[in-house]
């Protein structure tokens, strides 16, 4: 089993920033990509960003392409999103995820791909 425990999040002002914080603890070895996600009142739950263990690739979603940056501390068994020049559109409950799927092909931008997931954190962007 992995365990997820999300930090950070908040309200903040258009234009601002905030960094979300995602630690994992448990069997963090079988773990090979890790990925936010978040969802919005009323709408599905949508790719962010994502992390591949074994090539250390990233991906981050068209929609916060040029905004927000994934990246991740293996020492600390940590991952972390920097979100800047937040928009109100951003607005919605964050999760981090880890999937432990062994494959060179799998992108890990849908859900269904993850297997653990974090308790959420709200994130509120006002105008």
């Known amino acids: 089993q992995v365990q997820l425990v999300e930090s950070g999040g908040g309200l903040v002002q258009a234009g601002g920033s905030l960094r979300l914080s995602c630690a994992a603890s448990?069997?963090?070895?079988?773990?090979?990509?890790m990925g936010w996600f978040r969802q919005a009142p009323g709408k599905e739950r949508e790719f962010v960003a994502r992390?591949?263990?074994?090539?250390?690739?990233?991906a981050t979603a068209d929609s916060v392409k040029g905004r927000f940056t994934i990246a991740r501390d293996n020492a600390k068994n940590t991952m972390y999103l920097q979100m800047n020049n937040l928009k109100p559109e951003d607005t919605a409950v964050y999760y981090c995820?880890?999937?432990?799927?062994?494959?060179?092909?799998?992108?890990?931008?849908?859900?269904?791909?993850?297997?653990?997931w974090g308790q959420g954190s709200q994130v509120t962007v006002s105008y």
């Open positions: 448990g069997r963090t070895f079988s773990i090979t990509a």
């Open positions: 995820a880890a999937s432990k799927i062994y494959s060179e092909h799998a992108h890990f931008t849908t859900p269904g791909q993850y297997e653990y």
């Open positions: 992390t591949k263990w074994n090539d250390d690739s990233t």
